[in-house]
């Protein structure tokens, strides 16, 4: 029998396979990871750059550069020399861009802790109810016509955010008993909230007077406005911290979807676990929807397509994941408000629209009979 | 549609009294009234505004709730809001129901069922505004008053129209709602109004009445005034004028020229289109309206 | 069998009682049970369906929680230990499991040295050291080749083989095995029970294993428990469990016992 070493420091540079007396096992490795998540995050840089060159109002590449080269040397713009292109792509553009990544990473990140969480590869993050209470909190803002900003914040997002975290309570509260959350409950919790906001959401649509109810909707639908910089800083902390803690247990995510009896059997502190995720996932879906509406589709797809490319391994489906679905938001949010120029398309049927075939191209290339 | 109203809407009063009384709405629907009607049902506060202002408003038997001016409306039963109750429409036996195209259609198929004459109206441009206020005085009986508001209507109109149409045409952006952002465009009577007041629409361009507009479009056109229906009264959507100060380089930002205007005044397309041009005029072009 | 007297107890169950449901109609699966297991045997459970075996299995490691009494793993509460330290310890074999998303079987075997990544390595690499444990744990159980497929795309005896290499993975003290010969042919059925008497009999592994086949408990096991509704009927070792007149009343049925050829251990054959 192989002796009993003590555990070894990681070594930074180990090998794809490891060669034992005559078996090796695949499994992660530091390497293989730093490569896909460089290229990903390349890709991201790339396409990121090449969404700031597209837009409504056509502004050349030289432009772009030029500006992109007044940023980095002087850390501001001038507003003269830059012109209206300068506004536009520092004030408009470029903050958009940020917030779509920002959003669709997000959205992929929590589609794929749901799916690990709830041990099914077809949950996403409005499963929870959540993003139909974030709605209804926005719906109701509506309603009610409150207008002004809150902290820099217009105040519908704060509403939305509110109701978001109404949903939270009650589904948390309803699937937790005796200190353990039952992830049966949570799901159904989920489906019921669901449903009920949903109604309350076509209720306050059907009493509202005709312009109202045609902004309730438009809202539904998703947008991504163009946001300030301070809300993006915001943003970004909020979201990148949920990202972070949802990386850290890319281990245990692994181990949970084994079952949670045979997570418990090898160590896992699943109450613990299983709280922490539904926690950031939840209140990063509020913020999601508060501040863009219903966006479908990347929760869900992205994490399954990104799955049946690099592996079940957390440790680098969910930082691929987190960046392949910020690319494609971007992409999607790109194609919204440049396609119909200069009028825009809601980013959530963009989403739908080029989501669904790749899916289901990718679906029809892989043999039948892969677990998904 | 449009061909059919000129047909009725040769402005000829006598034909009326010598056609048989049957009237074409705005969906190509045609109605016969055997009799003048005498209760009539309003489904839309613009609606209310031109019976009331034909002199027919004792024929108004049931309103909706937005209809609050005149102030006789709100005497009259209330049959709901913008999705109206049937039950309580058919409670006031109506001879006559009169709607915006933004019916429902269980509505519509009722009374239709039921043989209750319903009148659809489409505002899509001033011209049309007139041309309801002529047929509505033809339905009700009330021919002389009508012509005399049509024509007053647009002679008003015109008049501001003229005086404005020799002053530089400011830049004008109209923020209808701003979460998503949507403004209007050539399609809307809100459009033709800025046209009158002396505003050059920067969505002039757009194909759409009610388009979606790209914020880069926006800055490139750069407008020098921003105008958002205001607040108050149940109908009117709510503004977000705030968050627009944030483009300090919008030269109506840096002038700051941002304006509430009536919506009340703006979104009916009823007699009072007057007030809301002027109301626009005067935020438009204040060194020409003042204090009128 | 290995007598390692002076050692704690790897078990010490204390008057436990637990079930399922905790409202007071429900019957208990145990009530005040009392047993001690010796570290360095290997125990057999065995008694018919709804025994409450496999229970008894998951209160020992701790995946079920009594209502009261205790279970001490080497004379310490194990409601005082966390569940990684428990699973440094104790690894568990269930009878089966499921698979929802596509990992390895390499993967799956790896997924043993999770305890000993605790309690900041929550992201953590696998070190070789890691690796080569399961390598060898997967070659030990001839499944060295299955490394790269899934769990659905294997038999049922190579899941489960791949079940016992991640138990070994995790190096543990306690063997504690939910029908582990169920789906294997008689091949493997053989070399699993010799792999762990020679486990035992190496390492001074305690191995607890709950079985249907009578025959392969007798012939492993040093110690056999005999459950019946919940209760310990008869404790001993095979030759005092596996008799007819202990063995019928609980199993309600006739039984023959008489000798294996080779072994001499009590071997059970049904009168068809």
């Given at each position: 029998m192989s002796t009993h070493t003590s555990n070894q420091q990681v070594d930074a540079l180990q090998l794809h396979n490891v060669e034992t007396k005559g078996g090796t096992i695949a499994c992660l490795s530091a390497i293989r990871w730093l490569t896909s998540l460089s290229v990903l995050g390349l890709f991201s840089v790339l396409i990121g750059v090449g969404c700031l060159t597209v837009g409504a109002q056509p502004i050349s590449f030289e432009t772009v550069l030029q500006i992109v080269g007044m940023v980095l040397q002087?850390?501001?713009?001038?507003h003269e020399s830059a012109g209206v292109s300068g506004v536009i792509l520092l004030q408009v553009r470029f903050p958009r861009i940020v917030l779509a990544f920002l959003v669709g990473g997000s959205l992929a990140a929590v589609g794929v802790g749901l799916q690990a969480l709830l041990r099914?590869?077809?949950?996403?993050?409005?499963?929870?109810?959540i993003s139909s209470g974030a709605a209804f909190g926005a719906t109701l803002g509506i309603l009610f016509g409150i207008g002004g900003t809150v902290m820099g914040l217009s105040a519908l997002p704060v509403w939305a955010f509110l109701g978001g975290l109404l949903s939270i309570l009650v589904v948390y509260r309803i699937s937790v008993t005796y200190r353990m959350l039952s992830v049966h409950t949570l799901l159904l919790a989920g489906v019921i909230l669901n449903a009920l906001f949903s109604a309350l959401i076509m209720f306050a649509i059907s009493i509202a007077d005709p312009s109202r109810a045609f902004k309730m909707m438009m809202w539904l639908m998703g947008t991504l406005n163009a946001p300030e910089y301070s809300t993006l800083l915001w943003l970004g902390v909020f979201l990148g911290v949920g990202v972070f803690l949802l990386f850290w247990l890319a281990r245990p995510l692994n181990i949970l979807t084994m079952g949670e009896e045979t997570a418990r059997a090898l160590g896992v502190e699943i109450e613990r676990v299983k709280k922490l995720i539904f926690v950031v996932a939840a209140l990063m879906t509020g913020a999601v929807v508060s501040i863009a509406g219903l966006i479908g589709f990347v929760g869900m797809v992205v994490p399954h397509t990104v799955r049946m490319i690099v592996?079940?391994?957390?440790?680098l489906l969910l930082p691929a994941s987190t960046l392949v679905g910020g690319m494609f938001l971007m992409v999607a949010d790109t194609v919204a408000r440049t396609v119909l120029a200069p009028t825009e398309l809601p980013v959530g049927v963009v989403t739908a629209l080029v989501g669904g075939p790749i899916f289901l191209y990718l679906l029809m290339k892989r043999r039948a009979g892969v677990a998904l | 549609m449009k061909r059919r109203q000129q047909g009725i809407l040769?402005?000829?009063?006598f034909m009326a009294n010598v056609a048989p009384r049957t009237f074409v709405d705005d969906t190509g629907r045609k109605i016969y009234l055997?009799?003048?009607?005498k209760r009539v049902v309003s489904l839309a506060p613009s609606i209310t505004e031109i019976l009331f202002a034909i002199g027919?408003?004792?024929?108004?038997v049931g309103v909706t709730?937005?209809?609050?001016?005149?102030?006789?409306?709100?005497?009259k039963t209330q049959v709901g809001d913008?999705?109206?109750?049937l039950e309580a429409i058919l409670a006031l036996e109506p001879d006559l129901v009169l709607a915006m195209e933004v019916i429902r259609d269980d509505v519509l198929k009722t009374l239709q069922q039921l043989k209750i004459p319903l009148f659809i109206l489409e505002a899509k441009s001033l011209e049309h505004v007139y041309a309801h206020i002529r047929t509505l005085g033809r339905m009700l009986d009330r021919v002389q008053e009508a012509n005399a508001l049509a024509h007053s209507m647009r002679q008003d109109i015109q008049a501001i129209g003229d005086r404005t149409s020799s002053l530089p045409k400011p830049r004008v952006l109209y923020v209808?709602?701003?979460?998503?952002f949507i403004t209007v465009g050539p399609g809307s009577f809100i459009h033709q109004l800025l046209e009158f007041a002396g505003?050059?629409?920067?969505?002039?361009?757009?194909?759409?009445?009610y388009p979606r507009l790209s914020m880069e479009v926006v800055m490139q056109k750069d407008p020098e005034i921003l105008l958002f229906p205001s607040m108050g009264g149940k109908g009117s959507p709510e503004s977000d004028?705030?968050?627009?100060?944030?483009?300090?380089?919008m030269t109506a930002v840096k002038n700051d020229r941002l304006y509430f205007v009536p919506w009340a005044l703006i979104s009916?397309?009823?007699?009072?289109l007057v007030q809301g041009l002027a109301a626009l005029a005067k935020v438009i072009h204040p060194e020409k309206f003042q204090g009128n | 069998m290995k007598k390692t007297s002076g050692?704690?107890?790897a078990f010490d169950v204390r008057e436990l009682s637990f079930r399922?449901?905790?409202?007071?109609e429900r019957s208990w699966a145990f009530r005040n049970l009392q047993c001690s297991i010796e570290t360095g045997t290997i125990v057999g459970v065995i008694g018919?369906?709804?025994?409450?075996k496999t229970s008894l299995l998951k209160l020992l490691m701790g995946l079920l929680r009594p209502e009261s009494g205790a279970v001490h793993l080497f004379g310490q509460?194990?409601?005082?230990?966390?569940p990684a330290k428990i699973a440094q310890q104790i690894a568990f074999v269930p009878q089966e499991t499921s698979q929802?998303?596509?990992?390895t079987l390499g993967e799956l075997v790896l997924?043993?040295?999770?305890?000993?990544?605790?309690?900041?390595?929550?992201?953590g690499w696998d070190s070789s050291d890691d690796v080569n444990r399961a390598s060898q744990a997967m070659k030990d159980l001839e499944?060295?080749?299955?490394?790269?497929?899934?769990m659905s795309d294997v038999s049922g005896g190579e899941r489960q083989r791949a079940m016992i290499a991640r138990a070994l993975t995790q190096d543990p003290q306690i063997l504690l095995l939910d029908e582990?010969?169920?789906?294997?042919d008689l091949y493997h059925q053989l070399d699993i029970a010799r792999k762990l008497r020679r486990l035992n009999h190496d390492r001074g592994l305690t191995v607890v294993m709950v079985s249907h086949d009578l025959n392969l408990a007798s012939q492993c096991c040093d110690q056999l428990l005999l459950l019946h509704q919940g209760e310990i009927v008869k404790r001993g070792c095979p030759h005092e469990v596996i008799r007819p007149e202990i063995l019928e009343p609980v199993y309600r049925c006739e039984i023959i016992v008489d000798q294996h050829?080779?072994?001499n251990a009590p071997r059970v054959s049904l009168p068809v």
């Open positions: 002087e850390g501001r713009v001038d099914n590869p077809l949950a996403e993050p409005y499963v929870l109810g592996g079940a391994d957390h440790r | 040769t402005g000829m009063p055997a009799k003048t009607p027919a408003g004792d024929s108004v709730e937005f209809c609050d001016y005149p102030p006789e409306a709100l005497t913008s999705r109206p109750n209808l709602y701003s979460q998503p505003g050059d629409n920067i969505a002039k361009d757009v194909g759409q009445a004028r705030d968050q627009w100060t944030r483009w300090d380089t009916r397309p009823g007699p009072r | 050692q704690p107890l399922y449901d905790l409202s007071p018919p369906n709804g025994s409450g509460d194990l409601r005082t230990l966390s929802v998303f596509p990992f997924m043993g040295r999770y305890p000993f990544h605790q309690p900041f390595d929550g992201w499944i060295e080749s299955l490394a790269d497929r899934m582990p010969t169920a789906f294997l050829p080779r072994s």
